[in-house]
């Protein structure tokens, strides 16, 4: 895929991003091992969003070190899932079922060469979810897109014709 398409879809991720009020707390190795029990290359995100702002949260797969980024609107539960992994399906779809959301797309901004996509597999798991990819990648999706196009979920709309 193209390193445009990824340009592109950085202001929606940064949007999201600059709409937290605080800082995401990272889980230290030292501290996640021992107190948390979870292995060191898990990272958590989170932070506190502005009222209206989507829901968003970065994942981390460390075998592959990919991240995975999920955007919700908090309040039509609609959402949109940015290169998943397919080792960390289940742990997305466990996320997005605790979240209450309604995974509308699965957005790979590039054909990836570290990681199998877990588009596949969660099309299988989640009726009517749909693919998403650009058009010039070679990839086959759902939804091929180009200059210009729109993802929406519930009230918020990536607008891939918007320049930073």
């Not at 539960?77 to 605790?98: G, H, Q």
């Not at 309604?102 to 996509?117: F, G, M, Q, S």
């Amino acid at each position: 895929m193209s390193a445009a398409l990824l340009h592109r879809l950085k202001p929606a991720v940064s949007v999201a991003t600059r709409l937290w009020s605080c800082q995401p707390p990272l889980i230290e190795p030292t501290s996640a091992a021992i107190l948390h029990r979870r292995p060191a290359s898990v990272r958590l995100y989170s932070g506190l969003m502005a009222t209206g702002a989507p829901l968003f949260r970065q994942l981390f797969e460390s075998e592959s070190s990919t991240y995975t980024y999920l955007l919700a609107d908090t309040d039509t539960k609609e959402a949109v899932l940015i290169d998943p992994v397919l080792e960390t399906v289940d742990r997305d779809l466990k996320l997005i079922e605790e979240l209450g959301l309604k995974l509308k797309v699965a957005l790979n901004t590039h054909c990836h060469a570290d990681h199998i996509t877990g588009t596949g597999l969660l099309k299988k798991k989640l009726f009517g979810l749909k693919s998403a990819i650009s058009k010039h990648s070679g990839a086959t999706a759902d939804i091929q897109l180009s200059e210009g196009d729109r993802i929406t979920f519930g009230k918020h709309v990536h607008d891939q014709s918007n320049k930073p």
